[in-house]
């Protein structure tokens, strides 16, 4: 008993003893240093970056203290601070202040490691709402989003799912009981399997504004021809026929003139498409069935059928008026249209592709599919590579026309389009027949009808057991009593008013998608480890990397308790990974980390960037980034691939716009994403994906300064100040007289923005030789040569963008970091904490140490201490 006391007089002794000489390094080494190398800009006069180091204190005294030592400490280890202009350390000195730096913070650590930072109760974002309700119905919502009216979630830092921001409302409460009412009649219309039916159109094929310039034109077609036959046939008429011929010839003509005109009762008799649906007029972008205008009775799969002729792909002129790629065969595709939503004739929000149809040139020729078309909507033809102007294009080809026939020339644009329209063989297709059965219904009742009633039938003396399973589910752990009893007594308040037991059920499923327990995700801890418990871990793992809840094996390793355990969690996190719903990870990840979710708010020039509808661009843009990230992530590369990766994934678009030497016969269609070497091109790696140019531009141009900062703190987790309120921003000069690196020399040479530029300008010249849609460039214009040089903030110059992609691999350090952090605040739903730094570092030098990949980077996010901390 005394020997231990003793050693612990000692061990207190010798800790006060250390904690004395840390305090008299601190006056006699730390503080000098700062004083010398940091209050100019960090002390009394000036807090740059609001920070103020000349009041800190040792031992430190709490988290923003810790936070602004770690701050000095990072500065340091990274070489940025003093800056350049400023009188540089001794190398001696700095290696002792960081030496000192870094064991103060580890000891103040040690001391509120487990006072990390809380996860806030926290609901579900509206991108979880939506996939919850898909899987826990089991709904297409390819084109059904009934959360399309709630208020758009606040980010932080671009975060859509961080749990002190995700407020409720009113007005949310208002839309989750309206969609509660939609999902539930949605997903349990009926008892009774529903009756299949038939629809056929031959006529009818009104198809909104540009029907006017179509009738016109079919109604011309169909009666200049026959009259000028008539014409013939009444030169024929001569007196050398008898009585009798004259009025036999006559009745004839007689009956073709009264013909013409019932055919041109019925003008139109086809549709005609012209433009793809990215177009800005729509001229013929989409061909639908206006017989079936208010769209299908039932949610199901039906059988679609049409009749079309691909005419005139190659023109019959030497210059390409529509400006279609001439070398492919024409394509279409099915979207689903609602009439409630819109025109039909115009693009609608959701417009998933439930078919794709290639078409043979000059035949008429059926084609069909099977597709899925949810209640109140209608199939809609779109011609995926059509003309991106149709209406300038044929008012070119009619003036080219009238000009080569002699004819004079007509006096407006519109009758320049008319005359286009009959007479220029532009490319189109013609749909003649459309034709529409369903629902198909392999299977009755429902997959849904079964899980939720527990069997094939509806008993209606069974209601608290349906409900409680419903309930866990919905839930995502084992109800209470009390629980199930609130949502059971909805059912009794309703039956007892008269309502039929079978809408009183649903009713109660209502009440139970409007209840705190399926909105919020419950994480308290645990009384016994203070971890949240094995439901809350399943459901953090789900939404994590599905976005939405847990399904049954989860639900099953949450029950059993075998979720806590670390060997099964990683076991379980390469399951959900390997799953196709962890694409919602992949995108929803994109998102917050590098801000694709803004590609499209700055739609391009339609004039100056038409290959970027043409082709469809933003949604291959999207979509190699993605197929990028996922490459990485199911083959567990290193993470230094992101930056210095020397292949990527196109379409053929995108190789033609990346000037990549492919053949078409390598894409097995032109939907297909190969991957492809980007040895001597200005590609590899995400800096040469075309996503992040387009999202880094304004639509018009290019901004050295918007591409620095996004680099700054989306790839390298550094981001800078913002800059003073009184700094007016740079107008671009639209005339080409100056590049914009002239333009941002006063930005330069002001003391005020000196530092921050210094950071932001080397990193966004870097990338100015590509575009505003990710084409290589040279020159501003045909003078201004772009000018790519610059100097990293570590001192590393490059007089290029080789150069500099070569040299910024080097910032691999920062990079990893940054996506460390940015993949723990998604999984966790909270902003990473000064307290949380030492799980970070543990995870970041496991990482190195045993080189691991990025699917081993995911893994050790989920099973770290942090993972399971409330």
């Excluded at 204190?57 to 601070?81: A, K, R, S, T, V």
């Excluded at 703190?713 to 100040?721: A, D, H, K, Q, R």
């Excluded at 110059?797 to 070569?806: H, I, N, T, Y």
């Amino acid at each position: 008993m005394g020997k231990k006391l003793s050693l612990g007089i000692f061990g207190l002794f010798f800790s006060a003893l250390i904690h004395l000489y840390a305090k008299k390094d601190f006056d006699s080494t730390i503080n000098p240093f700062l004083q010398t190398h940091c209050f100019k800009c960090h002390g009394p006069e000036k807090q740059k970056a609001d920070r103020r180091y000349d009041q800190l204190l040792h031992p430190i005294q709490n988290d923003e203290d810790l936070l602004l030592f770690q701050d000095i400490l990072d500065q340091l280890n990274l070489g940025e601070m003093p800056p350049e202009e400023e009188p540089r350390p001794d190398p001696a000195e700095v290696k002792e202040v960081v030496a000192w730096l870094t064991s103060a913070i580890a000891e103040a650590q040690a001391k509120r490691e487990n006072n990390g930072g809380e996860t806030v109760l926290r609901r579900l974002n509206r991108r979880e709402y939506l996939h919850t309700i898909s899987d826990l119905f089991h709904l297409n919502t390819d084109a059904f989003d009934p959360t399309e009216g709630f208020p758009s979630d606040k980010e932080i830092h671009h975060l859509d799912n961080q749990g002190h921001a995700l407020v409720t409302s009113g007005f949310l409460l208002d839309q989750y009981l309206r969609t509660a009412d939609q999902v539930v009649e949605k997903a349990l219309p009926s008892l009774d399997k529903p009756a299949s039916r038939e629809w056929i159109q031959n006529g009818n094929f009104e198809q909104g504004e540009f029907t006017g310039f179509m009738t016109s034109v079919q109604k011309r077609e169909s009666v200049d021809e026959p009259l000028k036959s008539l014409g013939w046939g009444l030169k024929g008429m001569t007196g050398s026929m008898s009585p009798e011929q004259l009025a036999k010839r006559r009745k004839s003509l007689t009956g073709k003139f009264e013909s013409i005109l019932r055919d041109v009762e019925n003008i139109p008799n086809h549709i005609r498409l012209y433009e793809h649906p990215r177009s800005q007029r729509h001229m013929g972008s989409y061909a639908y069935m206006s017989d079936l205008s208010e769209g299908v009775p039932f949610d199901g799969y039906y059988f679609f059928a049409f009749d079309a002729t691909a005419l005139y792909r190659v023109p019959p002129y030497e210059k390409n008026f529509a400006r279609t790629r001439t070398d492919e065969p024409f394509r279409l595709a099915v979207v689903p249209g609602n009439i409630e939503v819109g025109p039909l004739h115009l693009p609608q929000p959701l417009e998933p592709k439930l078919a794709h149809f290639e078409m043979v040139d000059g035949k008429r020729k059926k084609y069909h599919a099977r597709i899925w078309l949810n209640k109140g909507s209608t199939p809609r033809l779109i011609f995926l590579n059509g003309s991106h102007l149709t209406r300038n294009a044929h008012i070119e080809a009619a003036q080219f026309l009238r000009q080569r026939d002699g004819l004079s020339p007509l006096s407006s644009g519109n009758e320049n389009l008319v005359y286009g329209l009959q007479h220029a063989k532009l490319p189109q297709v013609r749909i003649h027949h459309l034709f529409l059965s369903g629902p198909i219904i392999d299977h009755w009742p429902t997959r849904t009808h079964k899980e939720i009633l527990g069997g094939s039938t509806y008993d209606s003396e069974n209601i608290r057991t349906q409900l409680s399973n419903f309930l866990k589910r919905a839930y995502r752990r084992p109800p209470t009593e009390k629980q199930i009893d609130a949502i059971h007594g909805v059912y009794l308040a309703r039956t007892s008013k008269g309502i039929e037991s079978w809408q009183a059920f649903k009713d109660s499923l209502k009440a139970a998608l409007c209840s705190p327990h399926f909105i919020y995700l419950q994480e308290e801890p645990e009384s016994e480890t203070d971890n949240i418990d094995p439901h809350a871990i399943a459901s953090r793992l789900s939404y994590f990397l599905w976005s939405s809840m847990p399904d049954r094996e989860l639900f099953t390793l949450a029950r059993t308790g075998e979720l806590s355990h670390p060997d099964i969690l990683r076991a379980q996190t390469e399951r959900l990974l390997r799953d196709s719903k962890s694409d919602r990870f992949v995108d929803g990840f994109l998102n917050a980390w590098l801000t694709l979710d803004n590609l499209g708010n700055t739609p391009p020039d339609h004039h100056r960037f038409k290959e970027y509808y043409m082709d469809d661009l933003a949604s291959a843009m999207r979509k190699e980034t993605h197929v990028f990230f996922r490459h990485l992530l199911d083959n567990n590369l290193p993470t230094s691939e992101f930056l210095t990766a020397q292949y990527t994934f196109t379409n053929p678009a995108l190789a033609r716009l990346y000037h990549l030497p492919v053949k078409k016969s390598d894409f097995p269609n032109p939907d297909s994403f190969i991957r492809v070497s980007t040895e001597g091109h200005p590609r590899g790696g995400l800096l040469g994906h075309s996503s992040i140019h387009t999202v880094t531009a304004n639509g018009v141009d290019t901004s050295p300064i918007i591409r620095g900062v996004w680099l700054l703190e989306n790839i390298l987790g550094t981001p800078p100040s913002p800059p003073p309120p009184d700094i007016e921003p740079i107008e671009p000069d639209t005339r080409g007289s100056t590049t914009i690196r002239d333009q941002m020399e006063r930005h330069r040479s002001d003391p005020t923005c000196a530092e921050c530029h210094r950071k932001i300008d080397p990193l966004g010249f870097a990338l100015e030789n590509f575009d505003a849609i990710g084409r290589f460039r040279t020159t501003y214009g045909p003078r201004k040569k772009i000018d790519a040089s610059g100097v990293l903030p570590g001192g590393q110059e490059f007089k290029d963008l080789g150069q500099f992609v070569w040299h910024f691999r080097n910032e691999h350090p920062k990079f990893i970091r940054a996506l460390t952090n940015k993949l723990m605040e998604y999984a966790l739903g909270r902003q990473m904490e000064i307290s949380d730094r030492p799980t970070i570092d543990r995870i970041l030098k496991k990482v190195e140490k045993q080189n691991l990949g990025f699917r081993d980077l995911v893994i050790e996010v989920v099973t770290s201490d942090l993972f399971v901390n409330p």
